[in-house]
């Protein structure tokens, strides 16, 4: 049975259904503005008479703040208003929050940072960041504010967050992506809760979600996470930094066509290489207008939590449709995703008897929801959504479907029509509909007119096809200001919802004839001029790619010595997707900088698969496209599984959509390849040029086609894939590749270890100047004691390793050497008991270092590897690389200090390929060992670079016992570490009293 964490609102009733009260600046595109601050009934805020009156969280009041004067309440609307105003009132309790407005844009003057120049080439100046911003100033990154106080030409999030306005020069929008693992209703939620969605950054880390408790994943303990939220021309430059222990990650910036940025895309080994676990990656491009979203691309992570909204907004008189809405809010976004109870790796590839098939448990709106156990019945009373509205005017609202299984999403608002005007960023002539159905990866922007009377209306996200099999929703609260918190009518419910009344995206996918019921997205018309090249009767090149699943027979795929992928679906089937035939395998290294390394075998495509590939053909499937050709494309589903469409993301580009539909022919009951290059030849797939939509993400009808045109113009190898989750995972992938490795900007050239040279295109660590005094005998030419490390692997062979009765410890490393590692010949085993508090209970024979070696101490040397350090000393370390593994650099760092580095790079003797500690010895005696004492930098880990060596300085000031450790966990766990004791006990202050004790417990044998 599940376990239902229910988020209790005592005496709230009104607050069971997940009303928070919210503080909502309410602003129009050209800057008026007006406050609406809606009030909990009953709540505990003191009530000043009116709706206009700021308010802070109900929960405030009941929860204990941390006793820091950097605490602030969660609130909501204060870095995410569009546009800035002057000054915004605070929540009581919090500090004043200047908009980034607060100095006027005449005021401002253009920076003389030539960086920002060439980030921004084709505008005189960037406009000067808002040193007032409350984000500059708020320590919950110090990796963020360090970054925007370092570099002076970054705007804040929140000042980046502003209505746009022709002539207003472009920004540098900086955002700091910290990823790691986290849980929902963790030990945050006793702290704060959050009262604000879709915010550029938050003071709140608590996750709540639709109230049951699992692990997460999340950004800037988020979800979603920030919202990036810039104007058009706007350089947006996001600093990724992956605290998730053992995964590796990249973030797609979904609907960005990364034109000049293709390196930037975020697809593992198409664009980049994955970040690793404690790496940072510093994403840059410059955004399209319109509403995008970002989501990891690797793995099912994006399942688990790594997802949140982009909005490129521009000047009204770029939009086309702006004369429709009088607020484009960035409160109104709203992010709609599914959401399962458990790790979404714990459905693949899939289980047979229990919680069998991918369908979600529950879904989200803008992270938060509500969740009724259907064994027990118990409901979850976590917040919902609440969007609030001023009668009489007119709202820009941008859905976003961030779903990641095939479930359809279908979004009704009770009592309001709908007007579309926006799909995936591109601008459509308006059509009023009362529904809209949207698929994973697909955007819908629409104008709610606040014409009905003031009250609270249901918004209903049902869904559908597999989703309907648990009856998965979710509701959230369209409100009125000044009005009650609480819809009149009760709660739609899946089999009784809101009356569906016009549907925009059917899934009948009849789009061949107009009709009342409904509007295809073929049927849209494009609000943006045509390049008329796309709209000929024939275009340069076409490609049909038909895509279905192949089934493995069970006998077939669980051969001894074979590994195949698969998904087993909610029938039990076993499968894997091909598109054409194949099924897609990541290429060993990424296609956009390293394609040289590739072995061209790796890739294939329908005319040009390998010679003995099966049924099941698995190779990198890439097609190729001559650059600035018209292509067409035909996507014919052979899945022809019911209630199944599939939606189709292409990288780098928005297409035409030319047509929709199913086979003409009621004869033929199941679509195919063959049939559709009949239809084609005949004149019988349906195609309109008349002012086709542009889109980036298009539902192919089951057992139905879709027709795309667009111009390839955008060099680069591009994505193109269905965005269900567990259908990338299995193959229902292809590349693009648009031009040649000519047509593109060049490749970023990695940073070597060579470091003890000036070089014009790095700065190595040593080489950078502390800001701070330094102790001056520290620099002395002489330190007190100097101690050599070199560290290195040892590798067993298997008849020593495997011996019976030994049991060594050891790592397989990626080429199947058994090893372990060494620091001076000592690989590291942990005492019994901790030498901190109980240093007399250890035996000391346990100790040992260089110097001090057990007699018996083989090769594979393990014991407790202590150094003795006298107190005050200043000491003098070199660390030398001797595992001299190309591409791999140790970071070692130091518990208890921070160290000097003084010296860091290799060999200079040309005749030497592999530094050992005779040579490092030897240069030292000849003083040329790299040291510069001009203001070296203060750290606690660096990087030793591989075959190299790098100079540490540090006053042992600080008695202890101080790990001192390579940072790689599997480099830890087999030895590579070592205790600095600096110091005596006499040192050291007493051990607390009753503090816990540990050790071996091996009473005497009792023989009666």
Not at 625 to 647: K, R, T, Y
Request: glycine share 6%; hydrophobic share 35%; aromatic share 10%.
């Amino acid at each position: 049975m599940k376990k239902i964490s229910l988020f209790m609102v005592k005496d709230k009733p009104d607050l069971a259904a997940g009303l928070l009260s919210d503080y909502t600046l309410l602003c129009d595109e050209w800057g008026g503005c007006e406050t609406n601050v809606p009030m909990a009934s009953g709540s505990n805020h003191e009530s000043f008479g009116h709706d206009q009156t700021p308010a802070g969280s109900w929960w405030s009041s009941h929860l204990t703040e941390p006793p820091s004067k950097n605490f602030y309440q969660a609130t909501h609307g204060l870095l995410q208003t569009h546009p800035s105003v002057p000054s915004l009132k605070p929540v009581a309790g919090a500090p004043a929050a200047p908009g980034p407005s607060a100095l006027p844009l005449s005021s401002r003057k253009s920076p003389t940072v030539s960086s920002a120049a060439a980030l921004n080439s084709g505008f005189p100046s960037i406009a000067n960041p808002n040193p007032r911003s409350p984000f500059r100033h708020l320590d919950f990154s110090t990796s963020a504010t360090a970054e925007l106080r370092r570099n002076p030409s970054l705007s804040a999030p929140d000042e980046c967050a502003r209505a746009c306005r022709e002539g207003e020069p472009p920004r540098i929008c900086y955002y700091h992506f910290t990823v790691e693992y986290y849980t929902v209703l963790g030990a945050a939620c006793q702290v704060c809760t959050p009262n604000a969605t879709n915010t550029v950054w938050s003071h709140c880390q608590c996750v709540l979600a639709d109230g049951v408790e699992r692990g997460i994943l999340t950004v800037n303990r988020m979800i979603p996470g920030p919202s990036i939220q810039v104007c058009e021309n706007d350089r947006v430059v996001i600093d990724v930094e992956n605290h998730m222990e053992g995964m590796e990650l990249t973030i797609h910036w979904h609907g960005i066509w990364q034109r000049g940025t293709q390196y930037y895309d975020g697809v593992p080994f198409v664009t980049q290489c994955p970040i690793q676990q404690g790496n940072t990656f510093r994403y840059q491009w410059t955004g399209n207008a319109g509403t995008h979203f970002w989501h990891a691309h690797t793995g099912l992570q994006k399942l688990d939590g790594l997802y949140g909204s982009i909005v490129v907004r521009q000047p009204p008189s770029r939009d086309p449709n702006s004369h429709l809405y009088d607020f484009d809010l960035t409160t109104h976004i709203m992010l709609v995703s599914d959401w399962l109870h458990e790790d979404a790796a714990e459905r693949y590839p899939g289980r047979l008897a229990v919680n069998t098939g991918q369908d979600p448990e529950s879904l989200l709106i803008n992270g938060k929801g509500q969740f009724r156990d259907p064994n027990t019945g118990f409901m979850t009373n976590t917040p919902l959504e609440i969007f609030t509205i001023t009668p009489g005017r007119r709202y820009r609202f941008r859905m976003i479907n961030a779903f990641a299984s095939v479930c359809p999403a279908q979004v009704t608002i009770e009592g309001h029509a709908l007007t579309v005007i926006a799909t995936d960023g591109e601008p459509v002539h308006p059509v009023q509909v009362n529904t809209i159905i949207s698929f994973s990866g697909e955007r819908y922007d629409f104008v709610i007119t606040a014409d009905q009377p003031v009250g609270a209306y249901w918004i209903q996200l049902r869904g559908l096809g597999e989703c309907g099999i648990k009856r998965a929703q979710q509701l959230a609260i369209l409100r009125y200001a000044r009005g009650p918190y609480q819809p009149a009518s009760p709660p739609p419910t899946y089999d009784v919802g809101l009356p569906q009344g016009v549907v925009m995206n059917p899934l009948d996918a009849q789009c061949n004839v107009q009709r009342d019921d409904a509007i295809c997205v073929s049927q849209l018309k494009n609000a943006k001029e045509i390049d008329r090249a796309l709209l000929q009767d024939k275009p340069d090149v076409k490609i049909f790619l038909p895509f279905r699943f192949y089934l493995y027979r069970p006998e077939e795929l669980f051969q001894p010595n074979t590994y195949n992928r698969f998904l087993v679906a909610p029938t039990g089937d076993h499968v894997i997707s091909l598109i054409d035939e194949i099924s897609y395998l990541s290429a060993p290294a990424p296609l956009l900088s390293q394609y040289d390394d590739i072995n061209p075998e790796q890739f294939c495509n329908g005319d040009n698969r390998p010679a003995d590939c099966g049924a099941n053909c698995m190779c990198t499937h890439k097609v190729d496209i001559p650059l600035n050709a018209i292509v067409e494309v035909v996507l014919v589903d052979e899945v022809q599984q019911p209630n199944l469409s599939h939606p189709f993301h292409l990288h780098g580009y928005a297409y035409n959509v030319i047509g929709i539909g199913r086979s003409p022919d009621s004869n033929v009951k199941k679509i195919n390849l063959k049939h559709a290059l009949d239809l084609d030849r005949r004149g019988l797939l349906h195609r309109q040029y008349n002012l086709p939509p542009l889109k980036d993400t298009i539902a192919v009808p089951n057992n139905g086609y879709v027709v795309l045109r667009f111009r390839a113009d955008n060099p680069g190898f591009w994505l193109f894939h269905c965005h269900f989750l567990f259908h990338i995972v299995i193959g229902m992938n292809l590349i693009l590749q648009v031009g040649t490795h000519a047509d593109l900007p060049p490749v970023m050239n990695p940073l070597d270890a060579v470091c003890n040279v000036p070089r014009p295109d790095a700065v190595c660590v040593s080489n950078l100047r502390n800001a701070k005094k330094a102790d001056k005998a520290v620099l002395s030419e002489r330190p007190d004691v100097k101690i050599f490390l070199p560290f290195r692997f040892y590798f067993y062979r298997v008849e020593e390793l495997f011996t019976p009765n030994t049991y060594n410890k050891f790592l397989v490393a990626p080429g199947g050497d058994h090893l372990i590692s060494l620091i001076d010949e000592i690989s590291y085993v942990s005492p019994p008991s901790p030498m901190l508090s109980q240093i007399n209970d250890i035996p000391p024979e346990q100790f040992c270092n260089g110097d001090n070696r057990p007699p018996d101490c083989g090769p594979n040397c393990m014991c407790t590897h202590k150094v003795d350090i006298p107190l005050n000393a200043i000491v003098e370390v070199v660390l030398v690389d001797e595992v001299q593994q190309e591409n791999l650099s140790h970071p070692f760092h130091l518990h208890g200090h921070a160290f000097h580095v003084i010296g860091m790079g290799r060999s200079p003797d040309s005749t030497v390929k592999k530094i050992n500690l005779r040579h490092t010895l030897d240069l030292d005696r000849r003083g040329l060992l790299n040291r510069q004492f001009n203001l070296p930098p203060l750290k606690d880990t660096i990087a030793v670079p591989n075959n190299g060596y790098v100079v540490l300085r540090f006053r042992a000031d600080n008695p202890g016992y101080w790990l001192f450790h390579c940072h790689f966990q599997f480099h830890i766990v087999i030895g590579m570490n070592l205790v600095v004791h600096i110091g005596t006990h006499a040192d050291l202050p007493p051990v607390p009293p009753n503090f816990p004790r540990c050790g071996n417990h091996i009473p005497p044998i009792k023989y009666n």
